[in-house]
């Protein structure tokens, strides 16, 4: 009977593991609340987690002002740019995609939170589904010139809230 040695296991050496936040691009974000936003809304959408949401969507460095607004300055702002004499939830005007993001996003409060109760979600998950989708509107991802880009942005979505533990926003 023939014994073998044992073989000795070396572990390797560990390897960092850097957080998340730190391969994100960089955001530099001013974050703008109108007269009419309820408190509520100003305690829950704090600037560090905006960026976070943001910054999950962009592919490079970005300068993105979020305003948060109430339904007469959300209507006002639609109808100037859009046309559609309505406040819509999400607006956004995106100015340059290279090399540097810079956009202003502008979020109507009031249809915010009533699309989320509508849809059954909460109104972090409204707010950070609404930020990514503006976040990938100001790099040029666009869902209403065809049916392939809008599959593209949805699944692309889907995926970033999906990263962020939150479930399918459609």
Known sequence: MSLKKPVRVSHPTPVRVEPV????????????????????????????RVSRWMRMALLRKAEITVRIVGTAEGRKLNRAYRHKDYATNVLTFDYAI????????????????????????TLEEHYAHLLVHGTLHAQGYEHETDEVDALEMEALEVLLMEGMGYGNPY
Do not use: I, N, W, Y
């Open 98 to 121: 290279e090399p540097v993001v810079m956009a202003d996003l502008v979020l109507c409060a009031p249809v915010v939170a009533k699309e989320a109760k509508e849809q059954g979600k």
């Open 21 to 48: 936040e730190t391969l994100l691009p960089k955001l530099d974000l001013s974050l703008q609340f109108g007269a009419a936003v309820p408190d509520s809304h100003r305690k829950l959408l704090t600037k560090a």
